[in-house]
């Protein structure tokens, strides 16, 4: 039998372009982490992962492109990451919250680094950008928590307020959360200090007679 040949190239597995862009960005992550924006160099960075400087090119047009590129990364990971975690925990209403907050920071235990380009990106390119990738990946899912927080009044499990307020202060909690961990290089897991975050998100601090104190609750129309 005559075996039919083929000309050109052959073709390239789309899928291998895809790990290899991950392999780049694992590196890249790290590379980041340790040395800075600012001190990370793309030839350095092709020759730890052993390639051409021009492949890292072909798949990233500049250094802020693959800074970027693995920060978002990065956020899709955490998204997937708590999701399948509240869903193994079997995680309903109120339960989700806790079972989110805690895989959230337990993410971050698992991947420092991240953290760093969180602060590299405000310090780099604060002077360009209106808000931060991390604020800018709230935002897109905002309607999915706000809805989610809008049922569980509907329920009666939280106190008739601001949905999409909710959100962002349970997001500015965790944020600040990451940010102090780093800078005051405890030792204590960042998981640990959920129980913090919930007690207070939960419950607040002031008792009713506290509040009476403030006016807070006449002012917001807080049920008692």
């Known amino acids: 039998m005559t075996k039919t040949l083929t000309r050109g190239r052959p ?19 790290k590379m980041f982490a340790e040395r800075g924006y600012t001190n990370t160099d793309i030839e350095e960075l092709a020759a730890e992962l052993e390639i051409g400087k021009g492949t890292i090119y072909r798949a990233f047009s500049s250094k802020q492109e693959l800074f970027f590129a693995t920060v978002n990364r990065s ?14 925990e079997n995680a309903v209403g109120v339960q989700r919250i806790q079972a989110g907050v805690r ?62 307020w909710l959100a962002e202060t349970l997001n500015q909690l965790l944020y600040g959360q990451l940010f102090l961990h780093r800078m005051d290089g405890s030792q204590v897991s960042l998981e640990s200090r959920s129980k913090n975050v919930l ?23 807080d049920p008692e």
């Open 103 to 164: 895989a959230f920071l337990r993410f971050f235990d698992q991947n420092p680094d991240v953290i760093e380009l969180f602060m590299q990106e405000r310090a780099v390119f604060y002077s360009s950008q209106k808000c931060s990738t991390f604020w800018e990946h709230c935002r897109r899912n905002s309607a999915r928590w706000e809805a989610f927080f809008s049922e569980l009044m509907e329920l009666g499990y939280v106190k008739t307020l601001d949905a999409k």
């Open 11 to 29: 073709k390239k597995d789309p899928g291998s372009f895809e790990s290899r862009n991950h392999q780049i960005m694992d590196a890249a992550c």
């Open 75 to 88: 956020l899709e990971q955490m998204t997937i990451f708590i999701k399948s975690t509240a869903d193994a």
């Open 199 to 221: 007690t207070l998100f939960f419950t607040g601090i002031l008792t009713s007679k506290g509040l009476e104190a403030t006016a807070f609750g006449a002012e917001t129309g």
